[in-house]
């Protein structure tokens, strides 16, 4: 069974960042496409970045230049590096890995398996 399990989030200030972290067990990240969700209250759930297989990344206009998606291979750990943080960032943020072969998107419905989330809460 896959397992993602996400960390790093917090209560920040607008202007501060955070480096979201999420770390997956038996699947090798670097050969799937993976991405980060996020999910407010009452709203639904909207792709924020991707990466394929070959280092391609996609991002939500919302956070494109504020947000950066990576990973390390090594670690076996995916990271969404976030600066500039606004108020309308606060959500609970998903790490997901998409079925293999699938093209990498921020379609939720490309993705099999979702982490647990962790929360980000940005002050104003």
């Known amino acids: 069974q896959v397992q993602l399990v996400e960390s790093g989030g917090g209560s920040v200030q607008a202007g501060g960042s955070l480096r979201l972290s999420c770390t997956a067990s038996r699947i090798t990240v670097g050969s799937f496409c993976m991405a980060w969700f996020r999910q407010a209250p009452g709203k639904e759930r909207e792709g924020v970045a991707s990466?394929?297989?070959?280092?391609?990344?996609t991002y939500a206009d919302s956070v494109k230049g504020r947000f950066t998606i990576s990973k390390d291979n090594a670690k076996n750990t995916l990271y969404l590096q976030m600066i500039s943080l606004k108020p309308e960032d606060t959500a609970m943020y998903y790490c997901a890995v998409a079925a293999l072969f699938s093209s990498c998107s921020l379609n939720t419905q490309v993705y099999e398996y979702w982490g647990q989330g962790t929360q980000v809460t940005v002050s104003s």
């Open positions: 990466i394929d297989s070959r280092g391609s990344t």
